[in-house]
């Protein structure tokens, strides 16, 4: 292990979320909202500081050098300290009363979990509320990823870095250079974010609450700046666009680059996952729409699509919008909600989860099976698309799948410890894990995590990590060859 590499690269990228501090802070500046203004200049000082401390460490490090093993590290580790820096300026002015009520927001700001500890978010400083959703902005399209935009000194290393924080069956890059491919990536997240904020203004959002809605919707994050999230403006408009948003934050940013340069929408359509995305969404809205729709929660059937599809489309893009109290709704569809938590978006989205590619692959699997049940002897490849998929990535998706329920059900044994309520237990951390952000009982979706036990906060906030992450990257660091000199990291680094 380079760990000086590591410590570089950690120098670089705390500075960099250090200054990013800036924008809350000229910001509360500018309204006249300055109550928060000490808080962001001790959280930057401090975040300077350990920037300053890890360079002068590690100034003679040779990033050239860095390996697979410094690239799992550096990701890892990068959320944590900016989770960590993230939350000095809730702690130091007082908005959370503990600091691990402060790392809980942060980290569930980071990886754009949006579940939250604050019980009255109206009630806080503009700028405050600004580094929130910015937190979810900087998550979002990924933090290793906006670095890799603006540090080209990665050189060799940059790569590595982009597979360890990319989710998905395959890291596919848009052209040869990484740096090129996150600029492009970003590009796009710019645009949709700026597109989202002029509809939302014509809506009749004030452009501050348009900024930080389109944060957290691009993001696929849900922090809101209203107690009652979405709900708070009761606006059909409103629900409309940051449902469509949702939907397409929830799929592949490849293909929304490929259909701005080929100016055709048809490519989506030509893609297996985004197909199964849609179809997947598409039925469980119509079935919860229905079920609200014949209980007579709503009067018409309209109303009950409108509410119904906004919120399967939160909860599998793990945005965690709310536009109704959903644990009001009858039991059919809160089951059919929180089958949703496990789902998510697209690889290569912004979404959590377990990834609409990996139960593709799933179902094709289960349907191979059983015809070779009834004809052992068959040749049945398994395709997705026109593609057939090699063994190796197959067993990934078995992998993963079977590695995810058994994280989950070892967080539940955990968080019972603390937690009394099972449904509380299942649902906090089937949605922290799932970076959705509400879930149901004790943190339903008006509720909050604040009344959460310290220590399953902390739970919280490694699930959350690990979701994000995607779970080997944070895992992997707790085995023994990761940290062993072996002929097998040797040679996987050399190839």
Not at 85 to 108: N, V
Not at 151 to 160: K, N, S
Not at 354 to 379: D, E, F, N
Not at 472 to 491: K, N, P, Q
Request: aromatic share 14%; net charge positive; hydrophobic share 50%.
């Amino acid at each position: 292990m380079r760990i000086k590499c590591a410590l570089k690269f950690l120098g670089f990228f705390t500075l960099i979320i250090s200054m990013w501090m800036l924008c809350p802070l000229l910001y509360s500046q500018a309204s006249g909202q300055s109550v928060d203004s000490p808080a962001f200049i001790k959280a930057i000082a401090v975040g300077l500081s350990l920037s300053a401390i890890l360079y002068a460490v590690s100034r003679k490090a040779d990033m050239n050098k860095m390996g697979t093993r410094e690239a799992f590290a550096s990701v890892t580790l990068s959320w944590i300290i900016a989770s960590a820096i993230g939350a000095l300026p809730y702690f130091i002015h007082g908005s959370a009363p503990t600091y691990a009520d402060a790392f809980f927001e942060a980290m569930s700001g980071f990886t754009t979990t949006g579940s939250t500890i604050l019980t009255d978010m109206e009630s806080l400083p503009h700028g405050l509320l600004l580094w929130r959703d910015l937190t979810h902005w900087l998550g979002g399209m990924g933090i290793i990823v906006l670095t890799l935009t603006i540090m080209p000194l990665l050189g060799i290393g940059g790569f590595q870095l982009f597979s360890a924080e990319a989710p998905g069956l395959i890291h596919e890059k848009l052209t040869p250079r990484v740096q090129q491919t996150a600029v492009i990536l970003w590009s796009i997240y710019v645009l949709l974010t700026v597109a989202e904020t002029a509809l939302l203004m014509l809506g009749g959002m004030s452009l501050f609450d348009a900024i930080t809605h389109s944060m957290g919707t691009i993001a696929t994050g849900g922090f809101s700046p209203r107690n009652a999230s979405v709900a708070h403006y009761q606006s059909a408009y409103i629900d409309w666009v940051i449902t469509i948003f949702m939907f397409f934050s929830g799929a592949n940013f490849v293909l929304h680059y490929q259909v701005i340069r080929g100016r055709t929408p048809k490519t989506f359509f030509r893609d297996p996952e985004f197909c199964f995305y849609l179809f997947s969404v598409g039925t469980i809205s119509l079935l919860v729409s229905a079920g609200l729709y014949f209980s007579g929660t709503y009067a018409g059937f309209l109303d009950s699509l409108r509410y119904g599809s906004f919120q399967v489309v939160s909860i599998v893009t793990t945005t965690g919008f709310i536009s109704a109290d959903y644990e009001l709704w009858p039991f059919f569809p809160q089951a059919l909600l929180f089958t949703c938590l496990f789902l998510g978006g697209c690889a290569g989205s912004t979404a959590g989860a377990i990834k609409q590619i990996r139960l593709l692959v799933l179902c094709r699997h289960v349907g191979r099976q059983i015809r070779r049940t009834l004809s052992p002897r068959a040749v049945l490849p398994l395709r997705v698309g026109k593609n057939s998929l090699e063994l190796h990535l197959v067993a990934s998706c078995l992998a993963f799948f079977a590695l995810y329920m058994l994280v989950f059900t070892v967080g539940v044994f955990c968080v019972t410890l603390f937690e009394p309520d099972l449904l509380t237990a299942i649902s906090a951390v089937a949605t922290t894990l799932g970076n959705v952000g509400p879930g149901f009982g004790k943190v339903g979706g008006l509720d909050n995590f604040s009344g959460q036990a310290v220590a399953a906060k902390w739970i919280y906030s490694f699930l959350m990590l690990c979701g994000r992450l995607e779970l080997y990257t944070v895992l992997i660091l707790f085995s023994r060859a990761f940290w062993s000199d072996g002929v097998i990291w040797s040679d996987r680094e050399k190839r």
